[in-house]
């Protein structure tokens, strides 16, 4: 792997900024294999130098990968002059590194988010050639019929086009289970818009074959796993 500015590395955790790294390197606060470093210019291996700051060993991780339970209220945006955004929701630690929401969901949609700085898989899981397939819990104001469970099969009409087929399991008077392949804009609500239904709740309980642990709250965030990681890859 190519040698990097130590402060530039360090940096990148999220940790620290540039100038924290050269006051702690001023101040003979860092070492790399063991010896205390005089320069943040100096250079290192990301994946083979130990680095340590205050004799701490700083895991160093390329690209980080988090799942979020988003709550209501909340945007799918990186940054909002009013509103609460899902990058709001980010523990501290992670907070300097460059995320970004890799696939969006209304302000009250609730579920499975993946935040991001690895800008390739998040282009590629919001590509519309992908056909990510994304699992949603809806919850209608009206009963769930077999009329829309053909219709989403057979693709319903929207004023933007024909969307691609979509599974429908009905698994209550009012509630249901769909399964889409493409993301567009307020899909699901529109869909059911088409037999005079509203979606009074909507959840997104998997991505591919990943799905939202029962485990993580709404509003907490936690890293993938390395099996989850590789069903997120999978996904594209
Ligand atoms: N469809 C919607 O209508 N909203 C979402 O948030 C996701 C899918």
Known sequence: MAMERIDKLIASQGLYSRSDVKY????KRVAVDGKVITSSSQKADPEKS??????????????????????KG???????????????????EWRGRELFPAGRLDKDTTGL??????????HNILSPRKHVRKVYRVELDIPVTEEMRQGFAAGVELNDGLCKEAKLVITGERTAE??????RYHQIKRMFGCYGAKVVELH????????LPEDLPEGHCRELTEEELKLLQQLI
């Open 24 to 27: 702690l390197v001023n101040r």
């Open 50 to 71: 130990v680095i340590t700051i205050d004799g701490k060993p700083l895991t160093v991780k390329k690209q980080l990968y988090l799942m979020l339970h988003k709550p």
């Open 74 to 92: 909340c945007v799918s945006a990186t940054e909002d002059k009013k509103q609460q955004t899902v990058l709001d929701l980010v523990p501290q």
């Open 113 to 122: 988010m993946i935040l991001t700085d690895d800008g390739v898989l998040a």
């Open 178 to 183: 769909v399964t889409l392949s493409e993301g």
């Open 204 to 211: 997104r309980l998997a991505m591919g074959n990943l799905y």
